[in-house]
């Protein structure tokens, strides 16, 4: 496994060199989706992976929400009975799938979708969010309350004509 994330590592050390900016179509697909632009800059979040994996039992469902790339999920794959990779950005999932071919764990299921909209799994245990957005943009209490656990690794915040927004009105 850690061959394939030095592969996705490498992928996306790649496009950062190289500059590869959002073309008409990428902008147009995150013009009126949550995060907006930002979810096209997609960054992952190791700083919070070991802390996160800690928490992961070979009993646990994990969601992870706004994967990227698929690095934690494949990581947590490695520990939990089932991981849920929701991701919106078609492209960020189809290069991680492309390099990861024929060895996707058989435990790790990726969708593609805003994760908004994607009703939570019913055997899911644990939710992960790892995302540059504000955490009012996150349902946290939603997903906490229903008596999943919930570890969200924010982020960063995001202004808006000058202000800072910290929540979603």
Known sequence: MK???KKIEK???YEIENH???????INFYKDRIGGMTAVMYVPHEE?????LAKLSKKDVLC???AGDLRFALMASEICKKV???EMCPKIVSNALKIIGWRLPRNLIVICGDWRYIPVPEDVTIISCMVNMPEGFIPIKKWKNSKRRVFHGITNPIEYDGKLIKELK
């Open 3 to 5: 061959d394939i994330i």
């Open 11 to 13: 992928n996306y050390e």
């Open 20 to 26: 590869e900016l959002p073309d008409r179509d990428c």
């Open 48 to 52: 919070n992976y070991t802390e996160m």
């Open 64 to 66: 992870d929400m706004g």
């Open 84 to 86: 849920y990779a929701v």
